[in-house]
C-alpha cells in the first residue's frame, strides 16, 4: 500500500506510543491526585508541557493541552473572542477548516457577532486584510496552510497588520507542523492550534499555544485543570505522546526541502500523464506535501477507488467533506466551479515517503484513467 493520506491522518509512531505506555498502565495516578502515582502524572505532564513548548519556542505556561485541532480552534476562537471586550468583529477567509467555520458561525449566531470574510485569489491566497480591520475587531483567524490545497499564508506579515490595529491573531497551523517551522515568537500570533495525529501521536491528542496573558474563556468547565482554560482530569499519556511525536520530526526545513522536490516532479508527472489534470492551489507557495487536482470530467470519488484498488490511497478533497455530496468548500471559495470541484483529489506525502513510491502513484493514476477510457 502506497499511502498518500497524511493530511488526513497519521500513523502513531511507535516512540511515541512507547512513551505513551507507562502512563497507561503502571503510571496511572491522576495528576491531581496527593499522592506519589498522581506526584509522577502530574510531572510527566509538566515534562511534556516544556517540550511541546520548546518545539514552538513558547513557554511551558502558554501550552493548553486539547483533544486536537478542533477543539484547539474552538478555544482559540470561541475562547479569545468572548474574553475580548473590544468588540464583535473578526476577519477570517471561507477556506479555513469547518473546525474554524463552525466556530465563527457559532459566535455570530449566538453571540451576534459579525465576521468579515477576505477576498481569495484563484490560489487561495487572502488580501485586504489592513482594509476590513476596525477599531471593534477582536480577533483575526487565518491558517498557515490549508488542507485541501496546501497554500501558505504569510502569518507573521498578516499578524502584525492585524496587532497595528490592536486585533488579536489567531492561526491554524495543523498540517503545518513538521512542514513549516512554527516559532510562536517570531511568528507573533496570540493563539496557534495543533494536532498530533497529523504528526505522528495518536487521535485526540492536540495542543493551544496561547501568548503570556492572554485572557480566554473556557469552554469546558469543570475542576479548572489546563489553568482553568480545559477542565477534566488530563491526558498525561496523549501529552507524552504528543511531545515525543514533535521531538521526532525531521526539523520542518529539511524535511520541506526534500519532500517539496519530490511533490514538484509528482505535480510535473501526474500533469503529463493526465492531460485532464488542473493543478489546485498555488503551485510553489504551497506545503511540500500536498499535491492537490482537478481531474476535468472524472468523478474524484471514483478515482479514488480506482486508486485505492491499485494500492494508492488518497483523499478526494478533505476527509471532513468525504462522504458528503457537497462539493469543498475551499475550491467553491476560489472560484472553482461546483461540477469541477466534484473532480478534486488530494495527494498528501509524508516525511518518508519516497520517489519511487510516488513514481507508482502516477503509474496507478495513468492506469486508473486507461479504465476510465
Ligand atoms: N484544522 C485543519 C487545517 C485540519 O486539517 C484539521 C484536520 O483535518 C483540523 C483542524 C481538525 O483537527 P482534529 O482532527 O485533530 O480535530
Known amino acids: 500500500m502506497i499511502y498518500l493520506d497524511n493530511a488526513a491522518t497519521t500513523p502513531v509512531k511507535p516512540e511515541a506510543l512507547q512513551a505513551a505506555w507507562p502512563w497507561l498502565t503502571s503510571e496511572f495516578g491522576n495528576p491531581s491526585s496527593q499522592h506519589e502515582l498522581g506526584f ?9 508541557r516544556a517540550r511541546v513548548a520548546k518545539f514552538f519556542n513558547a513557554k511551558a505556561s502558554e501550552i493548553i493541552f486539547t483533544s486536537g485541532g478542533t477543539e484547539s480552534d474552538n478555544l482559540g476562537i470561541v475562547g ?13 477567509a471561507r477556506t479555513e477548516h469547518e473546525a474554524v467555520l463552525q466556530s465563527l458561525d457559532y459566535l ?5 457577532f459579525e465576521i468579515t470574510w477576505l477576498p481569495l485569489d484563484e490560489f487561495g491566497q487572502v488580501s485586504g486584510l489592513e482594509a476590513a480591520l476596525r477599531d471593534e475587531t477582536t480577533l483575526v483567524t487565518l491558517m498557515v496552510a490549508n488542507n485541501e490545497i496546501g497554500t501558505l499564508h504569510p502569518i507573521a506579515q498578516l499578524c502584525a497588520i492585524a496587532h497595528a490595529r490592536g486585533a488579536l491573531f489567531h492561526t491554524d497551523a495543523v498540517q503545518a507542523v513538521g512542514w513549516v517551522d512554527q516559532n ?6 496570540d493563539a496557534l492550534s495543533i494536532s498530533g495525529h497529523k504528526f505522528g501521536a495518536p487521535k485526540g491528542s492536540g495542543a493551544l499555544f496561547l501568548k503570556g496573558r492572554t485572557a480566554a474563556e473556557p469552554l469546558i468547565h469543570g475542576g479548572g485543570q489546563e489553568s482553568g482554560l480545559r477542565s477534566g ?3 498525561v499519556a496523549w501529552a507524552v505522546a504528543l511531545a ?41 507557495n504551497r506545503l511540500p506535501n500536498i499535491a492537490s487536482f482537478c481531474f476535468d470530467g472524472v468523478s474524484g470519488e471514483a478515482l479514488l477507488l480506482e486508486l485505492e484498488r491499485r494500492g494508492v490511497i488518497v483523499s478526494s478533497g478533505s476527509a471532513c467533506a468525504a462522504g458528503s455530496d457537497e462539493p469543498s468548500h475551499v475550491l467553491t471559495a476560489i472560484g472553482i466551479d461546483a461540477e469541477l ?14 520517489a519511487e513510491d510516488l513514481q507508482n502513484a502516477v503509474g496507478a493514476l495513468s492506469r486508473a484513467f486507461e479504465g476510465f477510457k
Not at 509522577?40 to 511534556?48: G, Q, V
Not at 455570530?108 to 451576534?112: L, P, T
Request: charge should be positive.
Open 40 to 48: 509522577r502524572a502530574k510531572d510527566a505532564l509538566a515534562d511534556a
Open 80 to 92: 479569545l473572542a468572548l474574553a475580548m471586550p473590544r468588540g464583535k468583529h473578526i476577519v477570517s
Open 108 to 112: 455570530q449566531r449566538v453571540h451576534g
Open 184 to 189: 510562536v515568537a517570531e511568528l507573533g500570533v
Open 233 to 235: 482530569t488530563e491526558n
Open 244 to 284: 515525543t511525536a514533535l521531538e521526532l520530526l525531521t526539523p520542518a526545513a529539511a524535511a520541506a526541502e526534500r519532500v517539496a522536490k519530490l511533490r514538484d516532479d509528482f505535480i510535473r508527472s501526474v500533469l503529463q500523464a493526465t492531460p485532464n489534470a488542473i493543478l489546485t492551489g498555488h503551485p510553489t
Open 341 to 354: 470541484a466534484q473532480t478534486a483529489v488530494r495527494f498528501s506525502f509524508a516525511h518518508d515517503t519516497s
